[in-house]
């Protein structure tokens, strides 16, 4: 439950006239919206519904703004014909809606959660606009502060120690591994579908058409690679910390599991380097394909979360370290980019060794993100209090996952096979929104 039952006083006064009056002031102020907002250029309706008396009252459906560069040249009660020159509609009931202000939520992240209704606008183009929109909705007046789900970070973020190294006891002595569980039903999975070996794949054909491919296709197809190579051996590098701490857990099921995880990512990083060696034969410049925003995630937050591990054991840690490895690059930029291989590759009939490689990764892929998904599950049912923060690094992350892919597509000015940055955006966005909805996640 986010209020008291009894409406406070604080509540009432909300979407007033004085309350509007004084989001003008706040907004015509905040230097942090015109920074945020200087490249967003947005009327539009933050609409209720149902309409609260408040603004049946005005003969209003909620509140107008014209947003222009981080100025805002108008901001009134809405009435329904401002629908029409509005580009953006954003609708949720009154109780979201101030829920929404006091916590300072993302309102693009409350699009992906279902909380809030995109009813008008694309999504792509506001997670552009990401925190333009959330500086906007921090210039709201707040009234009340009674909601609940505040978490105390110092407690949070307090390492919790690791088990004793010492065992107690052992699980296959004791009740016996468990058949059942999620983790082990994984670990039959790997060892049935995760077998595949990538020194026995077959490039020859691959090497023949690569030799007939224009500049810019093999540019777009060495790119991708470059993302790719060195993603897959971050993941190998850095996946260790977790597997140490599961391990210090006494939660064999999940070890066993994460063994073949561990191996996975050896043999993706294998299957890449083979196809440089047997296909391209020279060595491109890969690294010069890694722009800074690929940087900032893949040399620094990826590891840095993942090795936090090492010296800070809690859930928190634990989810952030998952939530970076599996549904950001994982779940959201790897399977992004997956099928933008399956676009250039098989619609096009090229490269069979490269595409059969693919398509085996993405199976071993997917008990990854599965098993990362049973994580976060597991640590948020353990610690509700959690939820917020992770969110909120969630939130963070998928702005860098987007950054990714704006970056990506920069230096074409036609892109070959004809890739489609909102496309893959959307389709990023859609992944990403996917795993949320299998965390249940509740603002
Ligand atoms: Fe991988
Ligand atoms: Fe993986």
Redesign the pocket.
């Known amino acids: 439950m986010w209020f008291k039952k009894k409406e406070s006083q604080d509540i009432q006064s909300y979407f007033t006239r004085k309350w509007l009056g004084e989001w003008k002031v706040s907004l015509k102020n905040s230097t942090d919206y015109k920074n945020k907002g200087k490249n967003w250029n947005a009327p539009l309706i933050l609409k209720f519904d149902p309409i609260p008396d408040v603004l049946n009252s005005e003969n209003a459906i909620g509140f107008f703004l014209n947003l222009q560069y981080g100025e805002c040249y108008d901001m009134r009660f809405a009435k329904p014909e401002d629908e029409d020159i509005s580009d953006v509609i954003l609708k949720a009931d009154k109780t979201t809606w101030i829920k929404l202000i006091e916590e300072k939520k993302d309102p693009t992240m409350s699009i992906m959660k279902g909380k809030l209704k995109l009813e008008k606008g694309s999504l792509v183009t506001l997670s552009t606009h990401r925190k333009a929109a959330k500086a906007l909705l921090e210039t709201a007046p707040v009234y009340s502060a009674q909601h609940v789900n505040q978490v105390d970070s110092k407690k949070t973020d307090k390492a919790q120690k690791r088990g004793t190294l010492k065992h107690k006891k052992f699980i296959t002595t004791s009740k016996g591994l468990n058949f059942e569980s999620f983790p082990m039903q994984l670990f039959q999975k790997a060892k049935k579908y995760g077998i595949w070996n990538p020194s026995d794949i077959d490039f020859s054909k691959d090497r023949e058409q690569w030799q007939q491919l224009s500049d810019e296709e093999k540019k777009i197809i060495t790119h991708l690679s470059a993302l790719f190579m060195a ?2 051996e971050a ?1 190998t590098l850095d996946i260790l910390p977790l597997i140490q701490v599961i391990a210090s857990e006494g939660r064999i099921e999940e070890e066993m599991f994460l063994t073949s995880f561990l191996w ?2 050896a043999k ?1 990083t294998e299957f890449f380097s083979r196809f440089v060696n047997e296909v391209m034969v020279s060595r491109p410049d890969f690294e010069a394909f890694h722009g800074p925003f690929y940087k900032v995630l893949f040399y620094e937050k990826l590891p840095i979360a993942m090795n936090r591990l090492t010296e800070d054991a809690s859930p928190l840690s634990q989810l952030k370290a998952s939530g970076t490895y599996n549904m950001i690059v ?1 779940g959201t930029l ?1 399977e992004t980019g997956y099928e933008a291989y399956h676009k250039m590759l098989k619609e096009n009939d090229l490269l069979p060794g490269m595409q059969k490689g693919i398509t085996l ?1 993405k199976q ?2 997917s008990r ?1 993100i599965a098993y990362g998904l049973y994580l976060i599950n597991r640590l948020l049912s353990d610690n509700p209090g959690l939820r917020g923060p992770f969110e909120d690094e969630l939130e963070e992350l998928l702005n860098d996952a987007t950054n990714i892919i704006h970056e990506i597509f920069e230096p074409y000015d036609v892109v070959p096979f004809g890739l489609d940055k909102e496309w893959f955006l959307e389709y990023a966005i859609k992944q990403f929104q996917n795993r949320i909805n299998k965390l249940h996640l509740n603002i």
């Open positions: 993603g897959e993941v996975e990512e993706h994982e790897a990764l071993d892929e990854h």
